[in-house]
């Protein structure tokens, strides 16, 4: 098996085994076994190490040195690193988006905006979801 960066990336935000289980409610010797190879993460398990870390999944699985992901996001959708971060400078202006959102998210919610999904996709179901609880019943059914 390639060697992956999850070790690297800890103590660099220097964390500890036990504070990277808070941060993603994976055990603490699961994690160690991870960094040493002798346990493979599944992919939803990758995603939480790369949030809690604040960096890619590519990196942490050894097969990038971009540790944020900048490469793939470029490749993937079409979008330059520049527009990419001229939309996460916009976002975070208007309050969209925090400086401690972590580096994927921002980049995320950037790439929804520049392809025209935003926010409202959640806002709308949001609000329809809202509304559909707090139907009164008794006046849209006829009962007889």
């Known amino acids: ?21 808070a941060l993603t409610g994976i055990r603490d010797n699961t ?5 040493t190879g002798k346990r ?6 990758w995603e939480k190490l790369a949030a809690a870390l604040d960096v890619s999944v590519p ?5 990038s040195e ?3 992901g900048w490469d793939v ?9 520049d527009v990419i971060q001229a939309k996460i400078d916009e976002r975070i202006a208007n309050g969209k988006s925090r400086d401690s959102d972590t580096t994927y998210n921002k980049i ?8 025209g999904y935003g ?7 949001n609000a329809i979801s809202f509304q559909i609880r707090h139907l009164d019943y008794d006046k849209f059914f006829y009962r007889s």
């Open 59 to 63: 990196y942490l699985q050894g097969i």
């Open 66 to 68: 971009d540790k944020t």
């Open 108 to 115: 995320n919610m950037a790439v929804n905006d520049l392809m």
């Open 1 to 21: 098996m390639k060697k992956n960066n999850i070790a690297q990336a800890r103590t660099e935000k220097e964390l500890t085994l036990k504070q990277l289980e």
């Open 40 to 45: 493979e993460p599944k992919m939803e398990t």
């Open 73 to 81: 996001w470029e490749a993937n959708t079409g979008f330059s690193k």
């Open 119 to 125: 926010d409202r996709n959640v806002n709308a179901i």
């Open 31 to 35: 994690i160690s076994q991870y960094e």
